[in-house]
């Protein structure tokens, strides 16, 4: 038998002492309330603002951009134990979808202006690409935002339908 890493068993008592003294009574059934992939809106947003506070809201970021710069089992532990405490599963749209695509291809002041709101729980993101007749299979989009000339100069008319918004309300 392996015996555990003295480091791992000392980070994994730092998470379970963080999720004690921080995981209300009232997000632990939240967490176990949840039918979904991931807790509505109003019900989980408030442990992701604890989870920001304490600087693990975004743990697989780069550090510069407010990751943990953790191993690889700190990651499993840190999920391990949010789960076995019933931990509100969390919406990626702007942490795990919008994020990495603004890290890899937005301009320095895109990351400025977009990154520390996402990791703070300070802005939330929607997803919306949903159509009828395409479902979420991006490849048969057809909606598209359209730019003509308007009273206060250029705008953008969307041509098309939505079905759904995750999250948007």
Sequence with gaps: MHEPDPADTAFREEVRQFLAAKLTPELRLVGRRASGVFAA????H?????LAE???SVPNWPVEW???GWSVR???IFASELAAANAPALAGQGTRMVAPVVMAFGTPEQ???WLPGIRSGADYWAQGYSEP???????SLQCRAVRQAGPHG???VINGTKIWTTHAQ
């Design 111 to 113: 990351k400025e202006r």
């Design 154 to 156: 250029d705008e953008y």
């Design 66 to 68: 407010g990751g943990c």
């Design 41 to 44: 809106y109003p019900d989980g």
């Design 54 to 56: 304490r600087g693990w």
């Design 46 to 50: 408030p442990w992701f603002r604890i």
């Design 74 to 76: 700190q990651h499993d």
């Design 133 to 139: 007749g395409s479902g979420s299979d991006l490849a």
